[in-house]
Structure formats: structure tokens, C-alpha cells
């Protein structure tokens, strides 16, 4: 099969895990006889360098023609203390999922065994965690109207939502649940929100149609509790955008490190995959940044390709990556050898590669002494 990939490194460690992705994608290709297309283009601060617009009219064309984006990350710190610039990199991806229609953003949160000891939170509390997060991305407080009186003493952001915004996202996590535990928790602040309230009106009534899937309210204040307590309560969970952007970051953590989250953004005709951390500024160009979420973002993409093998042979590699603890220093520590961002990429293209090896030849990969190559 062949595809065309919108590649969009943007910021800071967005270009050296991005390439990582695309190693193991070139991969994949080559085992199972694919053709992948890499269409490369620009948003967020370096476009703003470049073109001085965060979003150029280009890469909307490019992602649009695109059977789907891969994204590398967005920021930088010279805007990040000065909120009286007009123009700011993360407009750009803002822009982005509004003019592509990318109203879901899809974020596993899976605990990996090899990896709990990593995270703050005890074993017996995070071992077997398994969460899919349902986020509404295209409507809300973040698209809202702002405005700022002109004495600076007062400010204000609408956030409003429509039942169709509401329902299209809600029956994608119930057949969601519906493939996993059978179960949906709605996020919320109905308490306090007329938003809220909207959505768990319409949540409610969408849950009639799947009759298999337990539906649960929480409010938003003792979810993020019941998130650090019990996590291993959650299967899928549903919610609108201010809130989802807090949870997900705070699902994080159970990973044991943010280095291995990915995302998707769906719409009707569009799909972009990317990591949940961000430009990650002190480690740019030191090879240190963990790749691990970019590539099991391209195992998502190929998911949505409906390449379940080829996907399931990149997550399988990650596996195995952190079996021989060929890992960065984010996993491993600053005093325990971590392995370079380009050398956790090579052994993933390796194992995709030459997947009947023993585990003594991919630690010599590692060693640098492969006789693979």
C-alpha cells in the first residue's frame, strides 16, 4: 500500500523523535511492503521565523492532501514569559485542528511494567493501568471568544458547546469501550457549568444506544483524585477540552515517564499523531530526548491505516526496548548509561528488521556491535 505522511517536526526535541518515528515507519515499510510518502512542513515557532505565521497556508495544503500528519511538538521559551505577544507558536496547532476538523484527541495511558519503579506513584496502585482518554479538541474555552477591557483590569473566555460537538466525540469512546472493559466515565463540572450540564444531558441520552457500556459521572475535581488513587478504575474517559487538557497531563505520570504517551487528533477526514510532551528546550540537539511516544504515535497511525500487524511489530519493539533497558536517561537515570535518541530509533528499525533475533544480538546492536547491519 502507499501513503502520503504530512511530517511536521516543528519545535525543539519535535524534529529529533520525529525522525525516530519515521526510522521505524521506514521500517515497517520495507517488511511488509508499504510505500510511505513524507511531505515535510512547518508550524509553530519555526514557521513564525521563517514565514512569521505559526500555521502557514502551505502546511494546511500539505496536511489536507495528506492520508495523515505526524507531529513532532510546538513552543518555545521566548514566548512563553510574555503573554502580550499577539502571535504565539501553539496558534498555529490550534488553527490546525479547527481548519481539519479535528474534534478527538485520543490518548492511551497504559503502565508498562518495565517501567513502574519509574513512576511516583506505588506499584500496587498503578500495575495494570489500561486508560483510553477521549478529548474534545475543537470547541470550547480554547476557542471561545476572549477579550481583555482596556484598563487591564478585567477579562473574560466563553466556552460553549454544541450537542453535535458533544455527540460525534461521545459515540467514538463508546465504541471504544465497547472493544475494551465496557466502560465510559464522564469528566465534567455539571455542578457549576452550564457546558457541563449539556454534556452530561447528551452523554446520558447517547448511552441508551449502547446498552453493554456502563456510563459514570465524576466530576472533574474528584477524578483528578480518584486518578492518583485508583487508576486501574478508569477504562475510557470522556470529556470536553479545559478539562481533558488537565487530565491527560496528570495521567501522565502513571507511565513512569511522559516520554511514552502518545496521542491521535481524529475528524471525519483527517488524523494527526504526535506526542503528548512538548518542545522539551534543554535537551533540543543533545540526543537525549526520549522517541519512544513519536514512534508508538506511528503505530497509532498505522492503526487508523488499519495495519494492526505492522503496528502491533512497532509496539512489539518498544516492548523489547525496554526489556534490555535500551533506554534514554528520562528511564534510566543520569548515571545509569542511557542510550542516545538516534540509538533507541536504530533499535527499533533493527528489531522491526529482523525480528527472529535473539536478545543477545540486539544487545550487541546497542554495544554498537551488530553484525545485523
Known sequence: ????????????????????????????????????????????????????????????????????????????????????????????????RKELDLFSNINPVKAYDQLIKNSPLRREIIKGTDILI?????????????????????????????????????????????????????????????TSKLWRKTVTEIAKQYKNVELEHMYADNAAMKLILNPKKFDVILTENFIGDIISDEASVISGSIGLLASSSIGEDNALFAPVHGTFPEATGKDIANPLASILSAAMMLEHFGLEEEA????????????????????????????????????????????????????????GQSTII
Do not use: W
Open 1 to 96: 500500500m502507499k501513503y502520503t505522511i504530512a511530517v511536521i517536526p516543528g519545535d525543539g526535541i519535535g524534529p529529533e523523535v520525529t525522525n525516530q518515528a519515521k526510522k521505524a515507519l521506514d521500517a515497517v515499510a520495507e517488511v511488509y511492503d508499504h510505500i510511505f510518502l513524507y511531505k515535510e512542513a512547518q508550524m509553530g515557532s519555526c514557521a513564525i521565523d521563517a514565514t512569521g505565521n505559526p500555521l502557514p497556508e502551505k502546511t494546511i495544503e500539505i496536511c489536507k492532501n495528506a492520508d495523515a500528519i505526524l507531529f513532532g511538538a510546538i513552543g518555545d521559551p521566548k514566548y512563553d514569559n510574555d503573554p502580550s505577544l499577539r502571535i504565539r507558536p501553539e496558534q498555529g496547532l490550534l488553527r490546525l
Open 134 to 194: 477521549f478529548r474534545e479538541l475543537t470547541a470550547g474555552i480554547y476557542f471561545g471568544k476572549k477579550e481583555t477591557s482596556k484598563d487591564g483590569k478585567s477579562a473574560y473566555d466563553v466556552c460553549s458547546y454544541t450537542v453535535d460537538e458533544i455527540s460525534r466525540i461521545a459515540h467514538l469512546a463508546f465504541k471504544a469501550s465497547q472493544s475494551r472493559r465496557n466502560k465510559v466515565t464522564l469528566i465534567d463540572k455539571s455542578n457549576v457549568l452550564e
Open 312 to 367: 502491533d511489530a512497532i509496539k512489539r519493539a518498544v516492548e523489547k526496548s525496554l526489556d534490555l533497558n535500551i533506554s534514554t536517561q528520562d528511564i534510566k537515570g543520569k548515571n545509569k548509561y542511557p542510550a542516545a535518541t538516534s540509538k533507541v530509533g536504530d533499535f527499533i528499525s533493527d528489531y522491526i528488521l529482523n525480528q527472529e533475533d535473539s536478545n543477545i544480538n540486539f544487545m550487541n546492536i546497542h554495544a
